[in-house]
Nanobody, 115 residues
């Protein structure tokens, strides 16, 4: 059974930082591209960042580029999202996803940024 478990969310002030983690089990992690998505209250889920299976290719949404960094540790089956210079508009539930032939989603972790 595939499981993706996110952690690291919380409440921080604007300008602060958080690091999200997503640990996978039940799949060959190093064969999956990994991504982070978020859903803000009343909005559709949106793409945040992705990283290729080899960590050689990353991409970011324009709204987070330069502030967020995605990385992965294939030995730990974990993908990270380092979030700096956080803004109130970054408030959302953050989800990780694993994609290859199939797509798997985590349950999400809440990130709340106070102004």
């Amino acid at each position: 059974q595939v499981q993706l478990v996110e952690s690291g969310g919380g409440l921080v002030q604007a300008g602060g930082s958080l690091r999200l983690s997503c640990t996978a089990s039940g799949l060959s992690f190093n064969q999956y591209n990994m991504g982070w998505f978020r859903r803000a209250p009343g909005k559709e889920r949106e793409f945040v960042a992705r990283i290729s299976w080899s960590a050689g290719i990353t991409s970011y949404a324009a709204s987070v580029k330069g502030r967020f960094t995605i990385s992965r540790d294939n030995a730990l089956n974990t993908v990270y999202l380092q979030m700096n210079s956080l803004k109130p508009e970054d408030t959302a539930v953050y989800y990780c996803a694993a994609s290859s032939d199939s797509v798997y989603w985590g349950q999400g972790t809440q990130v709340t940024i106070s102004s």
